[in-house]
């Protein structure tokens, strides 16, 4: 059975980095062309896709969030972690990490399955 | 970014009705579609991908449809356990977007 956990602080102050850690199980981060991703919804609002990474270490981030975020892997723990820095109140939110599963077609990108559980996570002072 | 936009923003319908969401995409992404299926609290699930391909496990009643720039997610005959809120996603482009979402509720 696939699974995935965040974890991380409920709360940062503004300005402050967020790190957060996605661990997971039932699957190896080295399995061939197989990513996780990170997703995040502000309360009552949509979905935004943050980022992911491959198991060849291949990145990709959202393009509005680019310069704050920083995706990496530890195979041997089965831990994703995303810092994003400077964060400001709007980025409160439940910040989700998934199985990216691989387009055959499209490399680099894919659809999610499945997800963690979420984390809220609060900006304020 | 492609942008992707649901219609309607809340569909109120009732158990046993016949349910249409549709999702459009600002340039074609083929059939690099998915739809997800949100209860409140909880994580999105897994419905539908590459267009109209049903995730294993999910009931028969919903259906996938569509390329290019137009896509619709049906649920044949609604249940009681369908009133959530609907999202498509597509994964055409390296940089993933969603849609703004679609609340199903109760008439």
């Known amino acids: 059975q696939v699974t995935l956990k965040e974890s991380g602080p409920v709360l940062v102050k503004p300005t402050e980095t967020l790190t957060l850690t996605c661990t997971v199980s039932?699957?190896?981060?080295?399995?061939?062309?197989?990513?996780v991703s990170w997703i995040r919804q502000p309360p009552g609002k949509a979905l935004e896709w943050l980022a992911h990474?491959?198991?060849?270490?291949?990145?990709s981030y959202s393009t509005s969030l680019k310069s704050r975020l920083t995706i990496s892997k530890d195979t041997s723990k089965s831990q994703v972690v995303l810092t994003m820095t400077n964060m400001d109140p709007v980025d409160t939110a439940t910040y989700y990490c998934?199985?990216?599963?691989?387009?055959?077609?499209?490399?680099?990108?894919?659809?999610?399955?499945?997800w963690g559980q979420g984390t809220l996570v609060t900006v304020s002072s | 970014d492609i942008q992707m936009t649901q219609s309607p923003s809340t569909l109120s319908a009732s158990v046993g009705d016949r349910v249409t969401i549709t999702c459009r995409a600002s340039?074609?992404?083929?059939?690099?579609l998915a739809w997800y299926q949100q209860k409140p609290g909880k994580a999105p699930k897994l419905l539908i991908y590459?267009?109209?391909s049903l995730e294993s496990g999910v009931p028969s009643r919903f259906s996938g449809s569509g390329s290019g720039t137009e896509f619709t997610l049906t649920i044949s005959s609604l249940q009681p356990d369908d009133f959530a809120t609907y999202y498509c996603?597509?994964?055409?482009?390296?940089?993933?977007?969603f849609g703004q979402g679609t609340r199903l509720e109760i008439k």
């Open positions: 340039q074609s992404i083929s059939s690099w």
């Open positions: 039932g699957f190896s981060l080295s399995n061939a062309r197989m990513g």
């Open positions: 996603q597509q994964y055409n482009s390296y940089f993933i977007t």
């Open positions: 590459k267009a109209s």
């Open positions: 998934a199985r990216l599963l691989p387009s055959v077609a499209v490399a680099g990108t894919g659809w999610f399955d499945p």
């Open positions: 990474i491959f198991s060849n270490d291949e990145k």
